[in-house]
């Protein structure tokens, strides 16, 4: 296999193993023991840890390796407060896409009653996945309607720090289920055009979702998740 190649196949586990907490914050990556648990070369091995180090993932660590980047009380509130900011701009902007395309409006007709759906089911694994699943398709609908492009970009570039925290949000008991309401009532201000109402419960969802993630840190024994973080 080309360098390449096994560089981007490194790079895709060990994001993927970063972002579903398998690699915990903090976490040592031996560039020999991700060598050899790939079959990989030091080549590809680097160039995958470069490119993790570029979406502030892992921080190199001399010629050894790298580990995985902290998750500290600061940068989640830092987070959340650029996410408000942002997020809550384009789905205002959303809201009044859908009201002046049909087509728009399908979209999130089609994710809202999949919200609605879900919120009938008895809890299951099948269930959680589900609601993630269609949660990343509402995410990406507002990213891909969002009529301001730079917008749009900023608020893709913050989902890989998003994703990593949204499994210790989760981890607290019926955050899901709460956090499926928080996305029905903005979808259903979405549907009705209205922007106001819409920024307003974007912003509600990710001010209780930060709430939840600083409580796991504080009260760590109410997770059902191992939660490594720092208080800097």
Do not use: W
């Amino acid at each position: 296999m080309a360098a390449g190649n096994k560089g981007d196949q490194v790079y895709e586990q060990l994001k993927q193993d970063i972002l579903n907490g398998v690699l915990s914050p903090g976490q040592s990556l031996s560039a020999i023991d991700v060598g050899t648990r790939f079959s990989a070369s030091r080549t590809p091995v680097r160039q995958a840890f470069l490119r993790l180090e570029g979406e502030g993932l892992v921080t190199l660590i001399d010629r050894q390796g790298a580990r995985v980047a902290p998750i500290s009380i600061k940068s989640v509130r830092d987070l959340f407060e650029l996410r408000i900011l942002l997020e809550s701009a384009a789905t205002r902007m959303v809201a009044e896409a859908v009201a002046q395309d049909a087509a728009i409006r399908r979209q999130f007709e089609d994710v809202t009653t999949g919200f609605e759906t879900i919120a009938e089911e008895a809890p299951s694994d099948a269930r959680r996945d589900r609601f993630y699943a269609l949660a990343e398709r509402y995410d990406q609908a507002v990213i891909t309607h969002t009529r301001n492009a730079q917008l749009a970009r900023s608020v893709a570039d913050l989902r890989p720090h998003t994703e990593r925290l949204r499994n210790i949000a989760h981890s607290q008991p019926d955050r899901m289920d709460v956090s499926l309401s928080e996305h029905l009532s903005i979808c259903r201000a979405i549907l009705a055009g209205d922007g106001a109402a819409a920024a307003a419960a974007c912003t509600e969802h990710l001010a209780q979702t930060q709430k939840t993630i600083l409580d796991a840190v504080i009260n760590p024994q109410g997770s059902t998740l191992a939660i490594d973080l720092v208080t800097a």
